[in-house]
Structure formats: structure tokens, C-alpha cells
């Protein structure tokens, strides 16, 4: 699968989108269980090198998707949202959306509070991956 993994960092109503580009390379798919290996290629704008991991969740029958989030996931951004000032106060337990033939958009938010005054931020990671048929 080709994908843009899409980050914004929105504060009220203003948060432009950062979209970076990737893979997702399912390895295993059984009884609406799979795993399989992402990968974000660089992407200076967000503040990412290149890196890879696994990843997994489930597909139901009405191409319900759900990835599966690890403890070490959300301290990672837990981390990266305190090197900006901010305080993950609300998150999503997983990424969810939906597979529809030969794509699959899943979606994971959290709401922070930030150093900077009374601003309270939303935090939006979307992931879009199109299958390439080869």
C-alpha cells in the first residue's frame, strides 16, 4: 500500500495539515486479524526521519478497521507533545475508519493542554494507504 500519513496540530480552528509519505506492507491477514510493517519516509516538516514498525488490528466484515495502539506508541507521543509544551489529556485507545476496496483510512486524535496561555489543542493523525497493485 502507498501512504500519506497526514498530522495536524490544530488550536480552535486553525491547524494546517503536515502530510507525509509512506508504506504499509500487510504480512499476514486471518479470520479479520492482520499485521504487517509501516513505514514513514523522511519527513522534516513533522520532524520525522525515516523509521518503520510493526503493526496490527482487526477488520471486520463491514470493513471496519482498527489498529491496534501500544503503550510504547503513546508514551512516544506523549513525549514528543511535552518537547512542544503540551499535555496529552485525551486520546483515542486506538486508530479507527474503515476499509473500502483497495484503500483503508484510519484515524487517531487527542486533546492536549499547552504551556502557551488557555489554548487547548486537538491533535489529528490520519493514515491513508492505497493499495499498488504490482
Request: hydrophobic share 40%.
Amino acid at each position: 500500500y502507498r501512504v500519506i500519513q497526514e498530522f495536524t496540530l490544530a488550536i480552535g480552528t486553525i491547524g494546517l495539515p503536515v502530510e507525509c509519505t509512506g508504506t504499509l506492507r500487510i504480512t499476514s491477514l486471518d479470520d479479520g486479524r492482520f499485521s504487517g510493517v509501516l513505514t514513514i519516509d523522511d519527513c522534516p516538516d513533522f520532524g520525522v526521519v525515516e523509521s518503520s514498525g510493526p503493526i496490527s488490528g482487526t477488520v471486520s466484515e463491514d470493513g471496519t478497521v482498527v489498529v491496534d495502539l501500544e503503550e510504547e506508541d503513546l508514551e512516544a507521543l506523549a513525549e514528543q507533545f511535552e518537547a512542544i509544551g503540551c499535555v496529552m489529556v485525551r486520546n483515542d485507545e486506538a486508530f479507527t475508519g474503515t476499509f473500502t476496496g483497495n484503500a483503508i483510512n484510519v484515524m487517531f486524535t487527542a486533546d492536549l493542554e499547552c504551556e502557551n496561555g488557555t489554548v487547548d489543542a486537538t491533535f489529528t493523525y490520519r493514515i491513508e494507504a492505497v493499495r499498488v497493485l504490482q
